[in-house]
T-cell receptor, first 114, second 113 residues
Framework: GAGVSQSPSNKVTEKGKDVELRCDPI?????LYWYRQSLGQGLEFLIY????????KSGLPSDRFSAERTGGSVSTLTIQRTQQEDSAVYLC????????????FGPGTRLTVT | QQQVKQSPQSLIVQKGGISIINCAYE??????FPWYQQFPGKGPALLIA?????SEKKEGRFTISFNKSAKQFSLHIMDSQPGDSATYFC????????????FGTGTLLAVQP
């Protein structure tokens, strides 16, 4: 079946602009995660959704970052007033509601803030 | 307490050799330790994972060794192949209901033909 998809694959934006990144999880997966991967760094947790609720937003770096999920499916990560330090690859992962801990990752969106 | 420390940062191995990547953690509440493989331009893909009640898990050429008392775990790639050249990340499940993963900083592996 289809895996996790993300769009756009690449986004170049000017400092101060807002951007929206989209994630389509695997159908039926109730859990959805956003991570950020900066150059030469590991993946940094941003936010977790269970259904449409976000019980863990502890990784969002500032109030310029927000995310929502609708219909228990698609999620959008929004970054307002982008800064150069926001440049990174933003990865989305989803997980089924079963006992497996495995997270399936999408290909990511590479964000470049100029 | 939430960190996972990974070494080395980069590794060069000859074809047919053994690649070894090490990780260490502090938080004893971690209960699931996966290794992810990432190729350029792709998202990470689960390679192999272990839970702390097991000291070793093997899948094909890939083996995780887990030392609970030392809070360390490692990935061994036997008979390394050029196609194994990628970035490898260890991770730990952070505990609680969120299932979030805490990642190491990654190891760039190059297998020379």
């Amino acid at each position: 079946g289809a895996g996790v998809s993300q769009s756009p694959s690449n986004k170049v934006t000017e400092k101060g602009k807002d951007v929206e990144l989209r994630c389509d999880p695997i159908s039926g997966h109730t859990a959805l995660y956003w991570y950020r991967q900066s150059l030469g760094q590991g993946l940094e947790f941003l936010i977790y959704f269970q259904g449409n609720s976000a019980p863990d937003k502890s990784g969002l770096p500032s109030d310029r970052f927000s995310a929502e999920r609708t219909g228990g499916s698609v999620s959008t990560l929004t970054i307002q007033r982008t800064q150069q330090e926001d440049s990174a690859v933003y990865l989305c992962a989803s997980k089924s509601s079963g006992s497996s801990y495995e997270q399936y990752f999408g290909p990511g969106t590479r964000l470049t803030v100029t | 307490q939430q960190q996972v420390k990974q070494s080395p940062q980069s590794l060069i191995v000859q074809k047919g050799g053994i690649s070894i990547i090490n990780c260490a953690y502090e938080n004893t509440a971690f209960d699931y330790f996966p290794w992810y493989q990432q190729f350029p331009g792709k998202g990470p893909a689960l390679l192999i994972a272990i839970r702390p009640d097991v000291s070793e898990k093997k899948e094909g050429r890939f083996t995780i060794s887990f030392n609970k008392s030392a809070k360390q775990f490692s990935l061994h790639i036997m008979d390394s192949q050029p196609g194994d050249s990628a970035t490898y990340f260890c991770a730990a499940r952070g505990g609680g209901a969120t299932n979030k993963l805490i990642f190491g900083t990654g190891t760039l592996l190059a297998v020379q033909p």
